[in-house]
């Protein structure tokens, strides 16, 4: 099997602009940009929700791409770790 790079890919998301081959970032870069317009001293909430299989995973690491790239820091939150 030759490893050409239209093979089929794992169902692993991705992380990187450079390997979204469905044209998302271009929303995730609006996202962040809205994100970044936000008025946080009360804080705020942002929920994606979606099947599985739909990319939620994928598009939360290309937000956190593009905040990284902008020198903010992402703290990663998992609920179902407490109680």
């Known amino acids: 099997m030759s490893h050409d790079s239209k093979a089929l890919k794992g169902d692993n998301p991705i992380h990187k602009p450079a390997?979204?081959?469905?044209?998302?970032?271009?929303?995730?870069?609006?996202?962040?940009?809205?994100?970044?317009?936000?008025?946080a001293r009360e804080g705020f909430v942002v929920g994606v929700a979606g099947p599985w299989g739909y990319g939620k995973t994928s598009f939360l690491n290309l937000l956190q791409h593009h905040l990284e790239v902008q020198d903010h820091t992402v703290l990663h939150f998992n609920p179902w770790m407490f109680t």
């Open 19 to 39: 390997e979204d081959l469905l044209s998302r970032d271009g929303f995730a870069q609006q996202f962040v940009q809205q994100l970044l317009q936000l008025d």
